[in-house]
């Protein structure tokens, strides 16, 4: 009886702190490396830069902020699962919330030393297009793509 109630809700700034808390220490733990970044600053990018340029939602259970994604109809920029709740299916139902939108095609990044990462986008459909983007966190990192099995045009 572990059923887990996830809802997925457009994402409002009156989250934008436990939204950053979490994906900071995902992130952390997935790369093994400290955030760059201030606390602060990544509220600011969240709300002023990420925002406006991406259809943000985020996942909620038990009343917590639980994961959040980022993109837009060819692009995911972020997507994040608190530490404790991966493996509830919360990435793959916000995955499917993006493919859903897209059009047709998905492209994203993912840090090469993050296998968990790889593992998961490749279960659900991504293939390998690139390596070796340049990122501010100096790893490198492979470009995946998705393209839709509805869209042989």
């Not at 400290?34 to 991406?54: A, P």
């Not at 995911?76 to 608190?82: A, G, N, R, T």
């Not at 530490?83 to 993006?98: H, M, P």
Request: proline letters at 2%; charged letters at 25%; glycine letters at 6%.
């Amino acid at each position: 009886m572990n059923q887990h109630k996830i809802s997925v809700i457009p994402y409002s700034p009156e989250f934008s702190r436990e939204t950053v808390a979490m994906w900071r220490d995902s992130k952390e733990k997935a790369i093994g490396q400290k955030e760059i970044h201030s606390f602060e600053d990544h509220v600011y990018f969240l709300n002023h830069i990420l925002l406006e340029q991406y259809q943000i939602d985020l996942a909620f259970m038990e009343e917590s902020v639980v994961g959040m994604i980022a993109y837009h109809d060819s692009e995911i920029s972020q997507l994040y699962i608190h530490v404790d709740y991966q493996g509830f299916g919360i990435g793959r139902t916000l995955l499917n919330k993006a493919k859903s939108l897209s059009s047709g095609r998905l492209t994203l990044y993912t840090f090469e030393i993050n296998e968990k990462a790889q593992r998961f986008y490749e279960k659900h459909g991504f293939v390998v297009i690139g390596r070796g983007h340049e990122n501010e966190e100096n790893l490198p990192d492979i470009q995946y793509e998705w393209i839709s099995q509805h869209n042989n045009s």
